[in-house]
């Protein structure tokens, strides 16, 4: 299957899990230890983003408290999300290959809230790999 549109390779090495970070006040105030799950892995993506996909985002934002709760919004966001991830050749945390994701939302909601946030951020189309590596080292330094 080809996309209308071409999809885009984004390199997913800057992709990490933090483990043992601490929030306080929606704030980072420890980092942990970053673990970048993801080196030498890719996804392809779809530069464009569907009017549910915004609004998902834009209750996830808010606290998706007004219509439903935060696991419907995660859920229909990955739905919209598993249309636009046309392929990958990402791994799991025991280093064996993930389904392709298109079109299979349980797929994406089989992954960590770090990897399908660093999904979202990647596939909009608006942020280089360079500028998201830029961002992580602000959100390090600033801990």
Known sequence: ????????RVQSDECFISIGQVIEDGEIVEPGELH?????EWVEVMP?????EV???????????????LGDSLSQLCRELS????????????????PQPYNK???????TSEELLWLVSAS?????????????ELSVDQS
Not at 1 to 8: D, G, L, S, V
Not at 36 to 40: A, D, E, L, P, R
Not at 105 to 111: A, F, K, N, Q, S
């Open 1 to 8: 299957m080809k996309p209308k549109i071409p999809a885009t």
């Open 36 to 40: 970048f799950i993801h080196k030498g």
């Open 48 to 52: 464009v983003m569907t009017v549910k």
């Open 55 to 69: 609004m998902n985002l834009s209750k996830l934002q808010q606290g998706a408290s007004d219509n439903g709760t």
């Open 83 to 98: 249309r636009r991830v046309i392929k990958w050749n990402w791994t799991d945390m025991m280093g064996e290959k993930l």
């Open 105 to 111: 939302p349980d797929v994406l909601e089989g992954l």
């Open 124 to 136: 909009n189309g608006q942020e280089t790999a360079e500028e998201r590596k830029k961002d992580l």
